[in-house]
């Protein structure tokens, strides 16, 4: 007769932080003869095993684990001093350094849409979201969704299993941008988003895009910021019999219709102004699909790179370094939205510390101060402007070529709304500054910006 006692043993285990990296330890522990229940906690690097027959021995579940990077130990265990985590910063350090320099180049604005373009401009207006900003925003995204797929999913499936996750997120996409964009043609302007809901909800996924990314990292304070749904749930999501938890990465790549990125929101406004379902529908599915090669090739190099046991770790730091910079350089251009101090503006003329002279002030014209500018894809000239105090401004900015992100110039705190550019049009903005101080002027998605500083 089967003996029916039951015996408890605590492990310390040492490995990989994440979310779904306990469940992966629970479910594979009971599969173990003798094994009645596991709960791992792997914020206090301790796994609680519960046994009727066999305990499990720290080499048996070494070598178990031994392709997740987990290693047991029977007693409390010496934190080990690791060297060489930074050359893993390396090949993140020289996808970031492209990015800055094709964001810098400006070649976006040679793709302007309206809701007059044809669907190949479009398709060619996603492909240039996909390589700036689009990749900044949801790139994070997909290497986090990857690396929780593959340890929860696949982690020795061959590479089309490991690609499942990343074509279900891009037919999410897909899928969720044209119905949006067809339901966007249908109500018009009613459903606009404001530039100040946008600005919140970008620094709210930028902060949740950081949290992750330095979990990824290993900073052991963030693992207890883990978002956990109850395990009753997460048991049943990770059962493999059952298909529900592997319907997330279509359900989030759905979710990303919803994110505020410029390119996203020119198409949108395309959408909006197209006054028809299947025009706005067919903008904004053209869009999307322009956006999928990249999304798709940052999915696949994830995989090839966690594919090897040996360069999983690797590839866990490149990823953290990776989304902690897309973090925090969307925060920085958020932070230019809403007219706060960012990291931009210590690459700017500061005049903050000179005597206010007559020089450099708007040219007074009726009473009116006359400012002019020129705006592009690559910024504002001249960038940093003067004007007085109460008395009434006529801003003129002439769009030399501007981008979907560069399209429209907001100056919170100067005056409501934003400043709609047109290509090679003149744009005009009357408003009256009414405090002296220093104004911060940028683009909807913050890339861009200038100053305005109002004297007496």
């Known amino acids: ?86 050359k893993n910063l390396w090949p993140a350090l020289i996808i970031i350094l492209g990015f800055l320099y094709l ?32 990749a900044a925003l949801v790139g994070g995204l ?10 929860l999913y696949a982690p020795t499936s061959n590479l089309k299993t490991k690609m499942q996750p990343h074509l279900m997120f891009n037919v999410g996409r897909l899928l969720a941008y044209g119905l949006g964009g067809g339901l966007l043609g249908l109500v018009g302007e009613k459903l606009k988003f404001s530039s100040s809901s946008s600005s919140f909800l970008a620094v709210l996924v930028a902060l949740l895009m950081l949290v992750l990314g330095l979990q990824m990292l290993g900073v052991r304070y963030f693992q ?68 999928s090669p990249i999304l798709l090739l940052i999915g696949l ?44 503006d210590w690459f700017k003329s500061s005049s903050s510390t000179q005597q206010v002279v007559e020089d450099g ?23 940093h402007l003067k004007v007085r105090v109460g008395v009434p401004v006529r801003w003129e900015v002439t769009d030399t070529g501007t981008s979907g992100c560069t399209n429209a110039i907001i100056a919170r705190g100067l005056f409501a709304g934003q400043i709609d550019l047109i290509n090679g049009q003149i744009s005009v903005k009357e408003f009256t500054p009414t405090k002296i101080g220093r104004y911060k002027f940028s683009c909807w998605m913050g890339m861009v910006n200038g100053i305005i500083d109002v004297v007496e």
């Open 1 to 86: 007769m089967e003996s029916t006692n039951k015996f408890e043993r605590i492990y310390k285990v040492k490995g990989m932080h994440c979310a779904s990296c306990e469940i992966l330890l629970e479910k594979k522990m009971i599969e173990i003869s003798g094994v009645t229940s596991a709960e791992a906690s792997l914020r206090r690097e301790e796994v609680r095993v519960t046994y009727t027959s066999g305990r499990p021995t720290k080499e048996q579940l070494n070598s178990l684990f031994k392709e997740e990077g987990y290693k047991f130990f029977d007693e409390p265990f010496k934190e080990e001093k690791k060297t060489g985590g930074w």
């Open 103 to 134: 964001n810098r180049l400006g070649f976006v604005s040679a793709f302007n849409v309206n809701s007059s373009s044809s669907l190949a401009g479009f398709f060619l207006f996603g492909i240039i979201a996909g390589l700036s900003t689009c």
């Open 142 to 151: 997909v290497l986090s969704m990857s690396k929780q797929w593959t340890e």
């Open 224 to 291: 207890k910021w883990q978002i956990r749904m109850p395990r009753f749930i997460t048991r049943h999501v990770a059962d493999e019999k059952k298909f529900s938890g592997k319907q997330m990465p279509f359900i989030l790549g759905a979710l990303t219709f919803f994110l505020p990125c410029g390119f996203t929101i020119t198409s949108q406004g395309a959408a909006l102004l197209a006054g028809s379902f299947w025009q706005g529908s067919l903008i904004m599915l053209f869009f999307a699909l322009g956006t």
């Open 301 to 344: 190099s994830s995989v090839k790179y966690a594919a090897r046991p040996n360069m999983a770790g690797k590839f866990l730091k490149t990823a953290g370094f990776l989304v902690v910079f897309f973090a925090l350089f969307n925060l920085n251009a958020q932070f230019n939205v809403l007219g706060w101090p960012s990291v931009t």
């Open 361 to 383: 002030l708007p040219p007074l014209i009726n009473g009116v101060q006359v400012l002019k500018m020129e705006a592009s894809s690559l910024g504002y000239t001249p960038d």
